[in-house]
């Protein structure tokens, strides 16, 4: 089945179509924060204006507002063609990518920037395995649970300063590397994935 890939949850923006297990077409820009501006057109100049029977989409964790561009034009397409809309993780489509780059590698560490000072932080082993859930940690206590582990992301820039002996690779999620994921990790939900508590909090009711 033909699949468009869509990843908006970094810097980077990306699509890529898949089928056979082989990416037919592919597309990948670093845009910072001109998702909502880019996104369409890199669809439309895709194959057959990127149409397809199934659309994969970036649920984050990641930026807020990459993260919600993304998913909405996933169900926006899947709505207006009749498609299937589901999701994966940055931070598992970063692992199977690490892997696939650095066979030798039997363990890693994905490290995102968050916010306020954090980072989205999960561990996999080879060649696909999470080891726990995502956290959103401080720079120092990510470091900590690296264990020696590599780290790959554009959130290693936070900690590279704590530890110039670690082994960090900066980079950031691919649309065309969904080519990696086992079915299991691209069958999420098509809705976000914060990582973290929202910063806004409801008024109290008055009793």
């Known amino acids: 089945m033909r699949t468009l890939v869509i990843e908006t949850a970094t810097a980077a923006c990306s699509v890529a179509l898949l089928e056979g297990g082989a990416v037919v077409a592919a597309a990948h820009e670093v845009v910072g924060r001109g998702h909502a501006e880019r996104l369409v057109p890199m669809i439309a100049e895709l194959s057959g204006g990127g149409r397809a029977p199934r659309i994969l989409v970036d649920c ?26 589901c999701g994966f993780s940055s931070l598992a489509l970063l692992a199977a990518s690490g892997f696939a780059a650095n ?17 989205f932080m999960q561990a996999f082993d080879a060649p696909l395995t999470p080891l726990g859930a995502l956290a ?17 992301g554009n959130g290693i820039r936070f900690l590279r300063p704590l530890d110039a002996e670690a ?41």
């Open 60 to 85: 984050g964790p990641g930026s807020f507002t990459g993260v919600r561009v993304g998913i909405a034009a996933a169900r926006g397409l899947a709505l207006g063609w009749g498609s299937e809309a």
């Open 103 to 119: 066979p030798g590698w039997t363990s890693l560490a994905v490290v995102l920037e968050g916010g306020h000072g954090e980072v």
């Open 136 to 152: 959103s940690l401080k720079p120092e206590a990510a470091l900590a649970l690296l264990a020696g582990r590599p780290a790959i």
């Open 167 to 207: 082994m960090l690779v900066e980079a950031l999620p691919c649309a065309a590397d969904a080519v990696l994921l086992p079915s299991a990790l691209a069958a999420l939900p098509s809705r976000p994935i914060y990582g973290r508590a929202p910063d806004a909090r409801p008024l109290a009711v008055p009793a």
